[in-house]
T-cell receptor, first 118, second 115 residues
Framework: GENVEQHPSTLSVQEGDSAVIKCTYS??????FPWYKQELGKRPQLIID?????GEKKDQRIAVTLNKTAKHFSLHITETQPEDSAVYFC?????????????????FGQGTILTVHP | DTEVTQTPKHLVMGMTNKKSLKCEQH?????MYWYKQKAKKPPELMFV???????INESVPSRFSPECPNSSLLNLHLHALQPEDSALYLC??????????????FGDGTRLSIL
């Protein structure tokens, strides 16, 4: 199965600073990489995702970069704000090597608790 | 806006009770998922339905019984649960995985407590 490692487990920054969270994965056949934000007591919310045919994707203050050779992808948040404080999860789907039946299976990283201090 | 709706939001039940969790989506998605999330942990996949058929069961105990009556609804029937089953149960939906995974959208979850 897929092995996903996420670092750091906690991240504390001052408002306006940048934050970077990194995930590594094991299955080289994986081709889709989402990031979720989960605020306390709320649902995981998809904030950005990237497919393996591109190396970077940006949406306002959020960007994701992908290095397929090294099997890692990172979430970048610029100009952080207190409302960015949450738990962030990366996820990796089961790749096509399993015959296609496990495409719906997402394996999540252990999460990063981001705290943005005003 | 939450496009995946789960009811109830909270549920407290005894170990001998039978209850059901419900999930509904109207995004035209044909894949639906149940996840279990313990505090300070990531969601863990339990079941996947694709075109109303069960496609993945992650070796979940039989006291959890999923059901997909139609393309918009997903139920999770609960019976004889244990205290360690207390958790947040999340439903998600997506377009069915084709040659790769598709974005999954989560509901707000049902917070379940077993007495």
């Amino acid at each position: 199965g897929e092995n996903v490692e996420q670092h750091p487990s906690t991240l504390s920054v001052q408002e306006g600073d940048s934050a970077v969270i990194k995930c590594t994965y094991s299955d080289s056949a994986s081709n889709y990489f989402p990031w979720y934000k989960q605020e306390l007591g709320k649902r995981p919310q998809l904030i950005i995702d990237i497919r393996s045919n591109v190396g970077e994707k940006k949406d306002q203050r959020i960007a994701v970069t992908l290095n397929k050779t090294a099997k890692h992808f990172s979430l970048h948040i610029t100009e952080t704000q207190p409302e960015d404080s949450a738990v962030y999860f990366c996820a990796v789907p089961q790749g096509p090597g399993s015959g296609g039946t496990s495409y719906g299976k997402l394996t999540f990283g252990q999460g990063t608790i981001l705290t943005v201090h005003p | 806006d939450t496009e995946v709706t789960q009811t109830p939001k909270h549920l407290v039940m005894g170990m001998t009770n039978k209850k059901s969790l419900k999930c509904e989506q109207h995004m035209g998605h044909r894949a639906m998922y149940w996840y279990k999330q313990k505090a300070k942990k990531p969601p863990e996949l339990m079941f996947v339905y694709s075109y109303e058929k069960l496609s993945i069961n992650e070796s979940v105990p039989s006291r959890f019984s999923p059901e997909c009556p139609n393309s918009s609804l997903l139920n999770l029937h609960l019976h004889a649960l244990q205290p360690e089953d207390s958790a947040l149960y999340l439903c998600a939906s997506s377009t069915p995985p084709g040659q790769g995974a598709e974005p999954q959208h989560f509901g707000d979850g049902t917070r379940l407590s077993i007495l």
